[in-house]
């Protein structure tokens, strides 16, 4: 059966949309069918990690919440980027980074139920196996709705105070709603500090389970926004870390 996977922060700069990207990669590679829809609309970035030009799309998620029109024209076929020969695809619905159909998002709002809608058409019409939803950080009423519809959810944190308080939060409003399958994810773990005992004292803290604690790397800082790093460091241990993840994902779809 599809599955609806979020990725969500309580604060902006963990890394959330980088690790959707990489993650959505690796899921075609592994041959199978992905969307991945760029579901914070007020700071998409999206369309750029995954090197697509947002000015020659005539229709992003904007245009269904907004105009009614049917999500899959919005789908846009991006496998080519992988550059690899692979037996998956890969499907984004990019947001508008327009500054105009931003403020207009602001202003008009829109019905959240048909996110949900939406993501459940693009399932059906693509024959997906699995949707990526990368939300909005933060608790409002857009990421709430993506929450609400995930058969699974990884928040991504950083070790913090404020994210520290803001993801407990965050697990308590997922449990609220019943997310089937919930974890963590850490992002950005500073030297001197070792990634499995991270993961230990954040699952111990959460009571919840950690599928991965990536520690910080300068060569992920330096990757060019435009281009994918599990795809240029494929031994990389972030890109084992996320590969395993993957197959996590792929095991309980």
């Known amino acids: 059966m599809p599955k609806i996977i979020s990725i969500h922060s309580f ?3 963990t890394g959330k949309s980088t690790i959707t990207a990489n993650l959505a990669a690796l899921l075609a590679i592994a041959g199978r069918r992905v969307g991945v829809v760029d579901a914070d609309v007020l700071s998409p970035s999206l369309h750029w990690l995954l090197g697509v030009d947002e000015s020659k799309i005539g229709c992003t998620l904007n245009s269904f919440l907004l105009d009614q029109q ?9 496998t080519a980027r992988l550059g690899v020969d692979i037996k998956g695809r890969l499907f984004l619905v990019p947001a508008s980074d327009d500054a105009l159909q931003i403020a207009r998002v602001l202003r008009e709002r829109y019905d959240t139920d048909r996110l949900n809608t939406g993501c459940q ?12 939803v990368d939300t909005h950080a933060g608790l409002n009423q857009d990421s709430l709705a993506a929450l609400a519809m995930s058969d699974a959810l990884i928040i991504v944190l950083r070790l913090d105070q404020q994210d520290y308080q803001g993801t407990a939060v965050t697990v308590d409003v997922a449990r609220r709603l019943e997310v089937p399958d919930l974890s963590l994810m850490v992002n950005m773990v500073p030297p001197g500090f070792q990634s499995i005992e991270v993961a230990i004292e954040v699952e111990h803290t959460y009571n919840c389970p950690v599928s991965a604690a990536l520690p910080l790397s ?3 800082m330096a990757q060019p926004g435009s281009s994918l790093f599990v795809l240029e460091h494929a031994r990389h241990p972030i890109t084992t870390l996320l590969t395993q993840v993957a197959a996590r994902l792929m095991a309980h779809a």
């Open 218 to 220: 300068e060569e992920l």
């Open 121 to 132: 058409r693009l399932i059906d019409q693509l024959a997906l196996d699995m949707l990526l």
């Open 11 to 13: 604060r902006r700069g």
């Open 70 to 78: 049917d999500i899959e024209q919005a789908a846009h076929d991006v």
